[in-house]
């Protein structure tokens, strides 16, 4: 018997799916999808998402859609054969980027060929344009890997069934933050097979540069875009101030984002030097209630005495489970800030997170099964695993909690903060 094809049917993947669909559930505290009618049911599909927190990118888009998907991934990942086996049992396969030197991209044949093959038995395939992930309300330049696969698929079976490329939106509430918000946007399909008909020319690279205009202009109308240059943090900043205002859907935000960006832009073209002090204030804004440890959010609402007691109050009473979620989930919690203290790269520190949520949920679950059933009656047995389930996000939300308490209080004496933030809405407001 051959070895199994990536996109076949397996049954510990099908066991398994499930059970990290439940995770990446709990990871955060909301998530939202949109745009699920765009993903076109008559062809080969190619979902192609912005890449701006590592490997909980490719977890969003698992969970956004049941569908069974194929991914792709940096070939550096695979070197070792063990890791190999792993990725090929998730559905991951290696791209080979350019940096990678011409040899190895040579490899890209083989993996080529799978690609193609997957699409062909109506299996979807992932792979994120830009190659790299950045933490950024931004798009890096896309690479030619996705534009390939599809022009590949399309002069495979292009004749009898078109193949698209659909351009997906990942958004975050906070990149690092474990337990934040979600929302992935699918856009409208760019028709790979009718695309290349009204090209009418044979080159590969002058099918890919204007495929590649298009796919980048559809993926940026699908996020909260901003220009990454030397503006950038103090654009991004801007926004949040003058966001504070509205409270709606993971949606409405994004686009209330997006509508406050587009405000900043163009009072950029009327007013350049005035909006390049603005912006320069707002990035030492930031910067400052960082440094002070004050939360971008404690700017939301007057920060009163009434309202840091209530907030204190609420802390007290909540405490007893914050004590039992930190006991009942604690070799979790310990691995996980240990993880999380080692790992140099910011954006990875949610998917360790994850990972050993997940890892619980394997192996720390069970024992925890066991030793309840054996220590307990059977009905005080399943009472306490059901008090333990969300024990794990809960220990982060009630840190984000204090958090924010804290970040209050100390807004409370920083008044000439809360004067400066008035101060570049102001400013804002007049230019």
Same mark, same amino acid.
């Given at each position: 018997?051959?070895?199994?094809?990536?996109?076949?049917?397996?049954?510990?993947?099908?066991?398994?799916?499930?059970?990290?669909?439940?995770?990446?559930?709990?990871?955060?505290?909301?998530?939202?999808?949109?745009?699920?009618?765009?993903?076109?049911?008559?062809?080969?599909?190619?979902?192609?998402?912005?890449?701006?927190?590592?490997?909980?990118?490719?977890?969003?888009?698992?969970?956004?859609?049941?569908?069974?998907?194929?991914?792709?991934?940096?070939?550096?990942?695979?070197?070792?054969?063990?890791?190999?086996?792993?990725?090929?049992? %998730?559905?991951? $396969?290696?791209?080979? +980027?350019? =940096?990678?030197? @011409?040899?190895?991209?040579? &490899? !890209?044949?083989?993996?080529?060929?799978?690609?193609?093959?997957?699409?062909?038995?109506?299996?979807?395939?992932?792979?994120?344009?830009?190659?790299?992930?950045?933490?950024?309300?931004?798009?890096?330049?896309?690479?030619?890997?996705?534009?390939?696969?599809?022009?590949?698929?399309?002069?495979?079976?292009?004749?009898?069934?078109?193949?698209?490329?659909?351009?997906?939106?990942?958004?975050?509430?906070?990149?690092?933050?474990?337990?934040?918000?979600?929302?992935?946007?699918?856009?409208?399909?760019?028709?790979?097979?009718?695309?290349?008909?009204?090209?009418?020319?044979?080159?590969?690279?002058?099918?890919?540069?204007?495929?590649?205009?298009?796919?980048?202009?559809?993926?940026?109308?699908?996020?909260?875009?901003?220009?990454?240059?030397?503006?950038?943090?103090?654009?991004?900043? %801007?926004?949040? $101030?003058?966001?504070? +205002?509205? =409270?709606?859907? @993971?949606?409405?935000?994004? &686009? !209330?984002?997006?509508?406050?960006?587009?405000?900043?832009?163009?009072?950029?073209?009327?007013?350049?030097?005035?909006?390049?002090?603005?912006?320069?204030?707002?990035?030492?804004?930031?910067?400052?209630?960082?440094?002070?440890?004050?939360?971008?959010?404690?700017?939301?609402?007057?920060?009163?005495?009434?309202?840091?007691?209530?907030?204190?109050?609420?802390?007290?009473?909540?405490?007893?489970?914050?004590?039992?979620?930190?006991?009942?989930?604690?070799?979790?919690?310990?691995?996980?800030?240990?993880?999380?203290?080692?790992?140099?790269?910011?954006?990875?520190?949610?998917?360790?997170?994850?990972?050993?949520?997940?890892?619980?949920?394997?192996?720390?679950?069970?024992?925890?099964?066991?030793?309840?059933?054996?220590?307990?009656?059977?009905?005080?047995?399943?009472?306490?695993? %059901?008090?333990?389930?969300?024990?794990?996000?809960?220990?982060?939300?009630?840190?984000?909690?204090?958090?924010?308490?804290?970040?209050?209080?100390?807004?409370?004496?920083?008044?000439?903060?809360?004067?400066?933030?008035?101060?570049?809405?102001?400013?804002?407001?007049?230019?």
């Amino acid at each position: 018997m051959g070895r199994k094809k990536i996109y076949e049917k397996d049954l510990g993947y099908d066991i398994l799916r499930p059970i990290v669909d439940w995770n990446i559930f709990q990871s955060y505290r909301r998530i939202a999808v949109r745009g699920k009618e765009n993903i076109p049911s008559d062809g080969a599909v190619i979902l192609a998402p912005n890449h701006c927190n590592t490997l909980m990118d490719a977890l969003m888009i698992l969970r956004a859609d049941k569908h069974e998907t194929v991914f792709g991934a940096r070939a550096d990942m695979f070197k070792i054969k063990l890791i190999a086996k792993i990725m090929f049992f %998730l559905r991951i $396969l290696p791209m080979v +980027r350019q =940096r990678d030197g @011409l040899r190895n991209v040579l &490899k !890209n044949k083989d993996t080529e060929e799978i690609i193609v093959e997957t699409l062909e038995h109506g299996v979807p395939f992932c792979i994120f344009p830009e190659g790299k992930h950045r933490a950024a309300h931004s798009l890096q330049m896309l690479g030619k890997g996705v534009f390939r696969a599809a022009l590949n698929a399309n002069s495979r079976f292009g004749d009898k069934k078109p193949v698209y490329i659909v351009p997906v939106g990942i958004e975050y509430g906070d990149y690092f933050r474990y337990h934040s918000t979600s929302l992935v946007t699918y856009g409208k399909a760019i028709n790979v097979t009718e695309f290349v008909k009204s090209l009418e020319v044979e080159n590969e690279a002058q099918m890919i540069e204007p495929m590649r205009k298009e796919l980048t202009k559809r993926m940026s109308e699908l996020i909260t875009y901003i220009d990454y240059n030397e503006d950038y943090d103090g654009k991004w900043a %801007l926004t949040r $101030l003058l966001a504070l +205002r509205y =409270r709606s859907t @993971l949606e409405d935000q994004m &686009k !209330n984002n997006r509508r406050i960006i587009a405000e900043i832009e163009q009072k950029c073209e009327k007013d350049p030097e005035a909006m390049k002090e603005l912006l320069g204030k707002a990035e030492k804004f930031d910067k400052v209630r960082t440094r002070k440890g004050i939360s971008i959010y404690s700017f939301a609402a007057k920060s009163s005495l009434t309202r840091v007691l209530l907030k204190g109050l609420a802390a007290v009473a909540m405490l007893p489970a914050y004590i039992f979620s930190a006991m009942a989930s604690l070799p979790l919690i310990v691995i996980s800030t240990i993880l999380r203290k080692i790992i140099k790269d910011k954006a990875f520190k949610n998917t360790a997170t994850f990972g050993v949520r997940l890892a619980g949920c394997l192996i720390y679950g069970p024992i925890c099964i066991a030793l309840a059933f054996c220590l307990l009656p059977w009905y005080h047995a399943i009472f306490l695993l %059901l008090l333990m389930i969300p024990t794990y996000p809960f220990f982060y939300d009630y840190n984000e909690f204090i958090r924010r308490f804290v970040s209050d209080i100390r807004l409370w004496f920083n008044g000439d903060l809360k004067k400066f933030k008035n101060e570049i809405i102001v400013t804002y407001k007049k230019l």
